[in-house]
């Protein structure tokens, strides 16, 4: 289903998208919002809790719907489309992967943060053993420096990855630290390179379209920006942007189009847009996913979200971290009743 196409998408809204949706996503929707990608061309999508396998949790959310029934719903209703699973290693576990495999998806990305590609192999390994296309996803890519990134990515590939993706999981990236983080991963591995941005600082579509200038070719989006913080490059436009570039997507516009306006935009509480919450985890280089945390945080202890977010920000917090949410809420109102008195 690849042949031919310039660009591979990935539809994320699926999984990024349940973050925005506290993981209340239903059996209807994921089969009804499925369908129409796999009807419209999409040639991956990628269904999942937010979190990945196993995030269902008090710490990163309970999910309305066991995922595997998520999974399972996707993949009856895709007869070209692949279905993929995030698996970010030591949330999710080998016996999760096998069960996604089981169900049909057809995709492994093994998530880690930019610094601990190391966790990977064996979880890399075993998604190549069940047969599935493998990706290895370094989140916070803005958090390190481009000869780190280059090292860990190294490590992916040299762990059987087919494809590295640069994760701009803050949205905090500026266009040319993705244009050299594209360009020295092109320059170093053979694989293919992908690209998954988010729009806090509205530089998701630049960001996305400088990598695909520097040789990504994998990249993600999510319809109707149906993704953690303000969401990802908006696959509807990103199909239109590219077909304006003449690079075949191989997805149909209108198709896409009529699926955000008429289905995805209904499971959204609000339309996506950028919040002051969602800018500042941009400007802050804070995890898009920690958004409702830190809002619902703000409110039990009465402070300023955007405090949170920057003490976050500061304290380089990254993904697993979600406990800090509410210390960090608690110090800042601490503080602020300690200067009232
Ligand atoms: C918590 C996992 C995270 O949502 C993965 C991802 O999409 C990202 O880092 O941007
Ligand atoms: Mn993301």
Known sequence: MSANRDIILTEVALRDGSHAIGHQYTVEQVTEVARVLNDAGVPYIEVAHGDGLAGSSEQYGRSLTDEMKLIEAAVSVCDQTKVAVLLIPGIGTMNELKQAA????????????????????????????????????????????????????????????????VVDSAGALLPHEVRERIKALRQSLTINIGFHAHNNLSLAMANTLVAIEEGATRIDGSIRCLGAGAGNTQTEVLVAVLDRMGLNSGVDLYKMMDLAENIVAPILKQPQ?????????????????????SQRAAKQFNVDSRDILIELGKRKVVGGQEDMIIDVASEIANKQNSLKV
């Open 102 to 165: 089981s169900l049909g998806a057809k995709m492994a990305r093994v998530a880690t943060h930019v610094t601990e590609a190391d966790v990977s192999p064996q979880h890399i390994n075993l998604a190549k053993e069940l047969g599935m296309e493998t990706v290895g996803f370094l989140m916070m890519s803005h958090m390190a420096p481009v000869n780190k990134l280059v090292e860990q990515a190294k490590l992916m590939e040299s762990y059987g990855a087919d494809t590295v993706y």
């Open 273 to 293: 847009e950028i919040t002051r919450d969602s800018l500042v985890m941009g400007y802050a280089g804070v995890y898009s996913s920690f958004l409702l945390h």
